[in-house]
């Protein structure tokens, strides 16, 4: 059984001041949460407030993005050293949004995957496919190729320190969310991918979803099998609503 991560990912939301009392409000609220790691990845310039705001507690920090290099003359990036530095546990790469308005590639995820894992933080994955790729029958390609190219990077060994979030790009922000056995499906398939590389690592990693999670459906997506938590977007901006959604990660671990 692999204990649920629940990840809020604020995208470019807030300000210091909602910032400080959306932290509170997890804060305040995670005490009751005994089964599942939770974490809130914010905006950059919100890392030192949540660093200070949640050291010695249990609920963790990330960010969105890291650069591909370690130091230099890269103006407006930050090295994944700058992010360990701020506390940062994990960090989001390749998100489906990176991966549309920034071109980011594949083997861009794969060098910033590499940098977080060496700063010695858990990079978070995100991988799925637009609705349009669904409709063509693409979907498992997409996914696999998206996978297949961090394990020829990488290596398979780097699964071993990644959590993977499959989020179909058609339920982002959009209110339509997987149904739980298409995201079981997928979430099946991607460990299966895995696992033709090493069974071990495959029964080993978390495979979160994202994609309009929120209360009202977390159970049933956390209930299945290889759901093992969500990676939270508009509903990790309200604190009791991001609660909820970790006390269905609790009920499901
Ligand atoms: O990283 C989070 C995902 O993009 C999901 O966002 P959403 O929960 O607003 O659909």
Known sequence: MRQPLIAGNWKMNGTRASAESLIQGVLKGSSGIAKTDIAVCVPFVFLELGQRMLSGSPVRLGAQNVCTEASGAYTGETSAGMLNEFGCRYVICGHSE???YYGETDAIVAKKLTMVASAGMTPILCV???LEQR???FME???ASQIDAIIGANGIESFGQIE???EPVWAIGTGKTATPEQAQDVHAFIRARIAEHDAAIAEKVRVLYGGSMKPSNA???LAMADIDGGLIGGASLV???FLAI???GDAAA
């Open 239 to 241: 604190a009791e609503d």
């Open 219 to 221: 159970a049933e997506l």
């Open 246 to 248: 970790c006390q269905a």
């Open 164 to 166: 993977i979030a499959y």
């Open 135 to 137: 409709e063509q029958g």
């Open 128 to 130: 799925g496919e637009t």
């Open 98 to 100: 990176r991966r549309e």
């Open 141 to 143: 390609t997409v996914i």
